[in-house]
């Protein structure tokens, strides 16, 4: 795929979402590398809705290793117990926070995250390699159409494990 990237204006999340996908398709289709398909994977959902942060943690060494993320500094490693992130591994399910304020055991790495998605991301065998994190400055931001999109992108990963 070209170095381009077509973003619908003025249009819901679900249509974004749903004209993103197809690029994010053919952008990782041909490159076999992991970090650069995640890292431009990052970059796409940073460019197309503007969240606070993006990333993925991926499973490393007992934990949740910092990997490819498009926004300020984060925390590098996250037990698997520990916060959203270690939340969603354990659970190998989405997690919606509306607030984080409000999510016992919160990480904190940034005070201007306000609600988070996190998305598991399996092997092919079913266990969990990684989470997509998406953090938003804003409160109650994300709804189920994020998680059905995310988790449809979370499946071409998993195609490339």
Known sequence: MAETLFIPTDTNREAVYTALFPQIEALIADEGDLIANLANITAVIKEAFGFFWIGFYLVKEGQLVLGPFQGPIACTRIPFHKGVCGASYSRAETIIVPDVEAFSGHIACSSASRSEIVVPVFHRNGTVAMVLDVDSDQLD???????????????LITRKL
Do not use: G, M, Q, V
């Open 141 to 155: 931001d994300f709804s189920e159409t994020d998680r059905a999109h995310l988790e449809k992108i979370a499946s």
